[in-house]
């Protein structure tokens, strides 16, 4: 699994002192950044802190200096920032969706519209919670127009149900969760 830094910053020595609160006392052991304790650092699922060492430059070397400096970075180790539904279009229409024996969800959607990022990672939910009983794909309404045009999509996200190659039903707009597992239940097979 490949890390992706998110963010680097700078990491002082802190040292235990009477006006320093007890979790920011030294603590090199229980620290993955050496002497930084990273319990005030707020934790995140994905993320973890990372400890490098900068080494130093042959200037500094010659002009005294004997210390390294230590930086921390927060990398992420999701394996996708997000998870993409299989894209259908033109020419895979009729067999994706239409040839289709189980109900197919469609996510109408262009790369520009916020609210269809926004509907994505449901949309993608969704898609694992009825894996076997719903396929689900999104069509990019810039490349495909005419799609778009023959199924009468005027706005994005439009989320269309499709049972055996026809619409059932259809949701506009960025809805909650609740709304589209109202319709797919409707048509999912229990």
């Known amino acids: 699994m490949a890390a992706t830094v998110v963010e680097s910053m700078a990491i002082s020595r802190l040292s235990?002192?009477?006006?320093?609160?007890r979790a920011a006392a030294v603590s090199p052991a229980s620290s993955p950044l050496g002497r930084c304790d990273t319990r005030l650092l707020p934790g995140f699922d994905g993320l973890r802190m990372s400890s490098r060492v900068r080494p130093i430059s042959p200037a500094k070397r010659l002009a005294g200096s004997?210390?390294?400096?230590?930086?921390?970075?927060?990398?992420?180790?999701a394996s996708e920032a997000t998870i993409q539904?299989?894209?259908?279009s033109k020419t895979t229409w009729q067999s994706l969706v239409v040839g289709s024996e189980t109900p197919v969800l469609v996510d109408f959607w262009a790369p520009w519209c916020g609210p269809c990022r926004m509907i994505e990672p449901t949309i993608v939910k969704l898609a694992k919670a009825y894996e076997?009983?719903?396929k689900c794909y999104k069509l990019n309404t810039d490349?495909?127009?005419d799609i778009a045009a023959q199924y009468g999509i005027r706005s994005i996200p439009?989320?269309?149900?499709?049972r055996n190659g026809k619409k059932k039903d259809a949701v506009i707009g960025a809805v909650p969760e609740s709304t589209l597992v109202s319709t797919i239940e409707k048509f999912v097979v229990r």
């Open 16 to 21: 235990p002192s009477a006006s320093a609160p």
């Open 66 to 77: 004997l210390m390294a400096v230590r930086f921390g970075a927060v990398v992420c180790e």
């Open 85 to 88: 539904l299989p894209e259908v």
């Open 132 to 134: 076997g009983k719903l």
């Open 143 to 145: 490349n495909n127009p």
């Open 158 to 162: 439009t989320v269309m149900i499709f």
